[in-house]
Nanobody, 117 residues
Framework: QVQLVESGGGLVEAGGSLRLSCAAPGIMFTIYTVGWYRQAPGKERELVATISGAGSKYYTDSVKGRFSVSRDIDKETLYLQMDSLKSEDTGMYYC???????????WGRGTQVTVSS
């Protein structure tokens, strides 16, 4: 498993932006699918965005055009740029990594994002 540590959450007004970071020391991005999940109060955890080992990106429909997932291989860090934030984006955001072949998963502890309307 790989250690994942999120940062960058906070309180922002609707329409604002935040950038989440996920430090993953020692990770080899090419053998992992990595991404972000979120969980709103009283709701199930949902997938937000992923990057495959080859660099292909996926976004859930509700964030397309507003969020951008990226990774910095040298810095061993995953990012989630969130623009045009809405109140429904409020929740705990979790960094996630899955080894492509073994399918083992790692999770961060989460960072809270609160969007005020």
């Amino acid at each position: 498993q790989v250690q994942l540590v999120e940062s960058g959450g906070g309180l922002v007004e609707a329409g604002g932006s935040l950038r989440l970071s996920c430090a993953a020391p020692g990770i080899m991005f090419t053998i992992y699918t990595v991404g972000w999940y979120r969980q709103a109060p009283g709701k199930e955890r949902e997938l937000v965005a992923t990057i495959s080992g080859a660099g292909s990106k996926y976004y859930t429909d509700s964030v397309k055009g507003r969020f951008s997932v990226s990774r910095d291989i040298d810095k061993e860090t995953l990012y989630l740029q969130m623009d045009s934030l809405k109140s429904e984006d409020t929740g705990m955001y979790y960094c996630w990594a899955q080894r492509i072949i073994e399918r083992t998963e790692s999770w961060g502890r989460g960072t809270q994002v609160t969007v005020s309307s």
